[in-house]
């Protein structure tokens, strides 16, 4: 059974930088698939950041590219993401999830972090 | 970027009822359309992929039709526990985008 465990910070001041592990258990990250992140405004519809292979090959939303970092350790079995110089409209729920790449939908989520941005 | 839009937004439905929620592209995304239920407080899950196969573990009265850029859910039979809010989501090209959500209520 494959799981996906976010984890840091509930709580980051503005212009500062984001950053979220998620844990992959019950399958290889190396093994293949993309893994990506998304994130859900409070009220509002989910938004994708972005999504990796395990070998390197990212992509990620054009008005976060600036932004935003998605990296892998495939030692932990783990991937990142992080999200630099936030603002109030960063303050999201941030989930991630296995797919978003080689025509893959997201098939595994992780439950998701609550992050807020503010002072 | 591919837009998709979703209609209606919200609808009241009851148990037992039919419902049918439509998913239309910007542009073709041949059948690169996958469909999430949210329930408050929960991670999206998985319904159907490539437009119309069921995920496995999600019961058949969910079906999902279309291709190009018209596509639908259909949920044959409402159950209480489908009341939810229902997302489509293209995977043709980058960026990935979702459509704007449906709400099915009581």
């Known amino acids: 059974q494959v799981q996906l465990q976010e984890s840091g910070p509930g709580l980051v001041k503005p212009s500062e930088t984001l950053s979220l592990t998620c844990a992959v258990s019950?399958?290889?990250?190396?093994?293949?698939?993309?893994w990506g992140w998304i994130r859900q405004s409070p009220g509002k519809g989910l938004e994708w950041i972005g999504s990796?292979?395990?070998?390197?090959?990212?992509y990620y939303d054009p008005s976060l590219k600036s932004r935003v970092t998605i990296s892998v350790d495939t030692s932990k079995n783990q991937f990142s993401l992080k999200l630099s110089s936030v603002t109030a409209a960063d303050t999201a729920v941030y989930y991630c999830?296995?797919?978003?790449?080689?025509?893959?939908?997201?098939?595994?989520w992780g439950q998701g972090t609550l992050v807020t941005v503010s002072s | 970027a591919i837009r998709m839009t979703q209609s209606p937004s919200s609808f009241s439905a009851s148990t037992g009822d039919r419902v049918t929620i439509t998913c239309r592209a910007s542009q073709g995304i041949s059948s690169y359309l996958a469909w999430y239920q949210q329930k408050p407080g929960k991670a999206p899950k998985l319904l159907i992929y490539a437009a119309s196969t069921l995920q496995s573990g999600v019961p058949p009265r969910f079906s999902g039709s279309g291709s190009g850029t018209d596509f639908t859910l259909t949920i044959s039979c409402l159950q209480s526990e489908d009341f939810a809010t229902y997302y489509c989501?293209?995977?043709?090209?980058?960026?990935?985008?979702f459509g704007g959500g449906t709400k099915v209520e009581i």
């Open positions: 990796m292979y395990y070998s390197g090959s990212t």
């Open positions: 989501q293209q995977y043709y090209s980058y960026p990935l985008t």
């Open positions: 019950g399958y290889s990250i190396s093994s293949g698939y993309y």
């Open positions: 999830g296995r797919g978003g790449g080689d025509y893959t939908p997201f098939d595994y």
